[in-house]
Each structure stands twice: as structure tokens, then as C-alpha cells.
């Protein structure tokens, strides 16, 4: 055992006091409710790899006003708290010199993210700054946040360590998903599915989850060709479509046992966004939706799920993390089997475009014909009316020419 994971062990104990137990505590004051210790799967065999992925800011760095002390030393050296929430653009952080702990600072960046599309990063209530800082007579103003946006230097940045990276990253989230699945409880599934509604299935876990011992064909994989490897961790479930048109509502699928809906699918792990999603059933008494539901759960609300809408929330913003950790496509341009596919793909390219051209030009002189067409029927509309008007001039000068009868006296 490392001393690492000695330490937390110790740290996690829980019969360890959170919060100050040594001061008196005035009313108002925070309070430490929860700590979390996570071990580094990195070491000395095994260091961060990160020797080759330099990285840079390319803005977002406030200078101020011309001649002020905000304008000066804003490097990325001068900076020592950095922040980062999931909600934020890509390839973006908050940053700034100090990273202070008071009171005032601490209640400031607990507050929450407001999701809301229309507002600014740096107009979040959690970066702005804290009218009672303990030490605002020290920094005036020089502690503000900065939004900066980073990028890989051009020439000094290994894809295949960045992978390495986020795949680490990427390993982490199972094993906090796996520690929460229960049999009986329900799960968020990610998709890339637009048409399914919230961006996740929910479902309801059937077992618990194990490691496949055989390549196994899995929900997601089309065929035999794309069945997952031995030493996937899976688990298996019955997915819970969603009721249309009430948003948090999700029912059972038909009982019959030849439906095809009922069929438990087995789930990676890697694509659970939530193995544990907060939800109650239906129950008789109480508001459940009508319209909507399939008739064999109509006269059992249990059947029925309601999600809450602050889990919801909590499931998109696991969403938007994983989706910020997706592993960059490296090409291996030594692959024959890959070159044979590039070759396959760009004659199709010139078919469909050769195609393309073929169908543009029909279609140029098809519309080319239908201009002359439209042109010669205005010409002969236009003589028509001529010859009308030639035809009653003629008749007005005929009427004009006969002699006028003489009066009776």
C-alpha cells in the first residue's frame, strides 16, 4: 500500500471531524461538510505524459486601462488559482493570481452555475468578486478572474500523449459510475442521438457490473466486426423510453415477453453519464401523466419514472464534461488496410462528384429551356396584345370615315 493511499484512507476516515474544532465559530460562518481524496494514477514508473504537450494562452487575458497596475504581469506565471467548470467553452479557464480562502471568497465560489445560454462567462455569480474579501485593501482589483482560452503549440504537441491524458481522465468516470449502480435502480446512458429527448436513455439496471470474458456484441455495436474486447466492464439493463410531450417522465416497455423493447441490453461503462439517477415511481393519488402512456401501464402509476429536473441538469453537465474528454482521431498513415479504405472513399468522392456535375449541368439546361420556353410565351403574349390593339385602332378608324346621315327638318 502506498503512502498515498494511506493518507486517504486516513483523510477519508469517517470518523473524522469536518470543520475547526479548535476556534469558536460565529453565526454565519461556512462550515466543511463533505470532503472527497482521490489517489493519482500516475508515479514514478509511470509519470504524467505530458513531456511533450506544451500548451498556450492565446487570449482572454484582461490588461486594463493604459497605465494601471492591471495592465502590467498579466503571464500565465503570475497566476496561481486556477478554476474550470464544465458549463465553460472548450479549451477555457478562469484564472487569477491570488487563490484566496476567506470567508467572503470561499461563499463566493460555492455558488452555483446559472445555465443560462445568454450570459457571460465572467458575469457568473461564482466569478464575481467578493465585496468583503479579507484582503481587498491588499489586492484592489489585482485579484480579478481572467478568461483565458488555451491552444497546443503549433509543432510541440504530441497527440498520442494528449490521448494518454484524456484517456486517464476518461477511466476515472467508470469507477465512480460502476461504485453507484444498483440492481433495481436506474441509469443515464449517453447517446449521439439527436433525436433521443434530454441527450440520454434512462435505464434500469438489471445486474451488476462485471468484466466480459469473451468479445461480446453490446448495445452500440452494429456487428460482429465491432464486438468489444475481452475485459470490457458492462452491465446489463432494460432501457426506459421516455412519454412524449411530458418532460421528466419515463414508463416501462410492454411485459409481454416477445417484445422486443423488454430485451436487456448489456451497457459499457465508459458510456454511463449516471448509474445512480435520482427518481421516484408513480404513485396512485398523486399527479402521474395520462396522455401519452401505453395502455398496459395505464392502471399501474408505478411503472412510471419521474426524474427530477435538477438531476436532469446534473446528467447534461456530466454529458458536456465527457464530450470536453473525447480522444483525437490519430491517422496511421503506415496502415495498408486504412490507406486501401482512404482510396475506396475518395473514388466514391469522385463518382458521387463527377455524378454531381453530370446532374448540374442536366439540370442548368432543363432550367435554360424553361427560360426560353418562358420567353417566347411572354413574346407571343405581347404580340396577341398588339394585334388586339391594331384590331380595335382599325375599327376605330373605319367608324370615324362612314358619312353621317342628314336631319329630317
Same mark, same amino acid.
Given at each position: ?32 461538510l463533505?470532503?472527497?481524496?482521490? &489517489?493519482?494514477?500516475? @508515479? $514514478?514508473?509511470?509519470?504524467? =505524459? ?7 494562452? %492565446?487570449? *482572454? !487575458?484582461?490588461t ?6 492591471e495592465?502590467?504581469k ?18 477555457m479557464?478562469?484564472?487569477r ?6 470567508v ?25 468578486e467578493?465585496a ?31 490521448? &494518454?491524458?484524456?484517456? @486517464? $481522465?476518461?477511466?476515472?468516470? =467508470?469507477e ?6 444498483? %440492481?433495481? *435502480? !436506474? ?5 449521439d ?9 434512462l ?10 470474458q ?35 417522465w ?9 417484445d ?26 398523486t ?5 401519452g ?22 446528467i ?11 480522444l ?8 495498408e488496410?486504412f ?17 454531381g ?10 432550367a435554360?429551356?424553361?427560360e426560353?420556353?418562358r ?14 390593339v ?20
Open positions: 500500500m502506498s503512502e498515498a493511499v494511506k493518507a486517504v484512507r486516513h483523510l477519508s476516515h469517517p470518523n473524522r471531524y469536518l470543520g475547526d474544532s479548535k476556534h469558536k465559530h460565529n453565526p454565519g460562518d461556512s462550515w466543511v463533505t470532503r472527497s481524496y482521490e &489517489v493519482s494514477n500516475y @508515479d $514514478a514508473e509511470h509519470p504524467i =505524459p505530458a513531456a511533450n504537450c506544451n500548451f498556450q494562452v %492565446v487570449s *482572454g !487575458f484582461d486594463g486601462k493604459a497605465k494601471t497596475p495592465a502590467k498579466n503571464g500565465i506565471s503570475e497566476m496561481f488559482h486556477f478554476r474550470y467548470n464544465p458549463s465553460m467553452p472548450k479549451d479557464a478562469a484564472i493570481r491570488l487563490p484566496c480562502l476567506c467572503g471568497c470561499l461563499a463566493t465560489l460555492d455558488k452555483a452555475w446559472v445555465h443560462d445560454k445568454k450570459m457571460k462567462v465572467q458575469d457568473q455569480p461564482m466569478f464575481q467578493p468583503e474579501c479579507y484582503f481587498k485593501e491588499h489586492t484592489k482589483g489585482l485579484n480579478k478572474w481572467h478568461f483565458v482560452t488555451v491552444e497546443p503549440i503549433a509543432g510541440k504537441c504530441d497527440d498520442e500523449e494528449l490521448n &494518454v491524458i484524456l484517456g @486517464d $481522465a476518461l477511466d476515472l468516470r =467508470p465512480k459510475v460502476e461504485s453507484e449502480i444498483k %440492481v433495481g *435502480g !436506474f441509469g443515464a446512458v449517453d447517446t442521438d439527436e433525436k433521443v429527448r434530454d441527450g440520454f436513455h435505464i434500469e439496471w438489471k445486474g451488476l457490473p462485471y468484466v466480459l469473451e468479445p461480446t456484441i453490446i448495445f452500440g455495436c452494429y456487428d460482429e466486426k465491432e464486438m468489444m474486447p475481452v475485459g470490457t466492464t458492462v452491465c446489463e439493463g432494460i432501457f426506459r423510453p421516455p412519454i412524449d410531450r411530458v418532460q421528466g419515463y414508463q416501462s416497455p410492454n411485459d409481454a415477453p416477445f422486443r423493447a423488454r430485451k436487456r441490453e448489456l451497457i459499457w461503462t465508459q458510456h454511463v453519464l449516471s448509474g445512480d439517477v435520482k427518481s421516484q415511481p408513480g404513485q396512485t393519488g399527479y402521474f401523466p395520462t396522455k402512456v401505453e395502455q398496459w401501464n395505464l392502471n399501474n402509476p408505478a411503472k412510471l419514472q419521474f426524474v427530477y429536473e435538477e438531476e436532469i441538469d446534473n447534461h453537465i456530466e454529458r458536456m464534461e465527457k464530450h470536453k474528454l473525447e483525437i482521431e490519430i491517422v496511421d498513415w503506415t496502415n488496410e490507406l486501401a479504405e482512404i482510396k475506396v472513399q475518395d473514388e466514391l468522392v469522385v463518382v458521387m462528384t463527377e455524378e456535375a453530370r446532374a448540374a449541368a442536366k439540370a442548368a439546361k432543363e435554360e429551356f424553361l426560353a420556353m420567353l417566347e410565351d411572354e413574346l407571343m403574349k405581347e404580340e396577341a396584345e398588339l394585334v388586339i391594331m384590331r380595335e385602332e382599325a375599327a376605330a378608324e373605319v367608324a370615324a370615315a362612314k358619312p353621317k346621315g342628314r336631319r329630317k327638318r
